[in-house]
């Protein structure tokens, strides 16, 4: 069925994937990624329960193909505080209801590769994530040898988090992947230990400057009233001990 020549002037649009993209969608599936997945996955796809999915066409195949999808995303929305992710997100405390975005599938068949469809589709993703105010960051897994994938994400700029040793078993043999996330309104990874580490330096550092300043700025207004008194003005009003003796130290130096 997806059995296409290579595409010479692809028009590709973009749309939400429906229930008549059933058949497609599962062969794509089937092509592309060697985990197999549930029927009940494909219905849940087509008929939108509980996954968002967006759909690529090409517009200059002829006819009914005109609508026929070349590519495709999946993703669904995860609680933030249930994910495996929580610590890698900086979240509020007070808030409850913060989610994320959890990319499931993204393929393009093979002749249409390489024409930014991915890109594209990804793009979709994190456009509509970024419209929820309570979506923290999108996130998913690649195997860790998928160059093209992993290239993709990092063009995207996706951060890799962490390498999942032997998380996928495949036929037989384990693979790691690795962690990618894209943070969306305002959101970031929380402070490391030494991130922490190096915070508490630079506010003690400003500290001591401020505190510097103004023992700087309290001398030198002390030594223009000073100069105001040498030169037949009244005597500064003394306001504590500490200032009269530094007035005084002052006064004897000149
Ligand atoms: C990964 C995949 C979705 C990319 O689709 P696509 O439409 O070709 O992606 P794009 O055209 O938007 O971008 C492809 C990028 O990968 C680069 N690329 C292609 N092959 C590559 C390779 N072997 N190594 C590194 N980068 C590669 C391209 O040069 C391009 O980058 P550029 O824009 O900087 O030139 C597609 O290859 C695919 O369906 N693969 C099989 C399913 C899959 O692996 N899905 C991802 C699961 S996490």
Not at 114 to 119: K, V
Not at 176 to 183: C, E, H, T
Request: charged share 20%; glycine share 4%; net charge positive.
């Amino acid at each position: 069925m997806v059995n296409l020549k290579d595409p010479c002037h692809p028009m590709i649009s973009y749309r939400r994937v429906q229930p008549s993209d059933l058949e497609v969608l599962e062969k794509i599936h089937g092509d592309l990624f060697p985990i197999r997945y549930e029927s009940e996955f494909f219905q849940n796809v087509v008929n939108g329960r509980d996954i968002m999915s967006w759909g690529a066409v090409d517009c200059s195949r002829p006819n009914e193909k005109s609508d026929e999808l070349i590519g495709f995303i999946t993703a669904r929305f995860v609680l933030a505080t249930e994910s495996e992710i929580e610590d890698l997100v900086s979240l509020d405390s007070s808030k409850s209801n913060q989610t994320l975005v959890y990319i499931l599938t993204l393929g393009v068949v093979e002749s249409y590769r390489n024409f930014g469809i991915a890109s594209s589709l990804i793009r979709e993703v994190i456009k509509y994530a970024s419209s929820i105010p309570t979506c923290r960051a999108i996130y998913l897994h690649v195997i860790s040898y998928n160059n093209p994938a992993i290239h993709l994400y990092k063009k995207l700029s996706f951060h890799c988090l962490r390498r999942l040793y032997n998380y996928y078993f495949i036929n037989g043999q384990h693979y790691d992947s690795y962690l990618f996330i894209y943070y969306v309104n305002g959101s970031r990874s929380p402070c490391s230990p030494l991130e922490l580490v190096m915070l508490l330096v630079t506010y003690t550092k400003s500290g001591f400057k401020s505190m510097a300043a103004k023992l700087w700025k309290n001398e030198d207004r002390k030594i223009s009233k000073l100069r105001k008194c040498k030169s037949g003005c009244l005597l500064p009003m003394v306001e504590n001990k500490t200032t009269l003796s530094l007035e005084g130290t002052w006064c004897q130096s000149v």
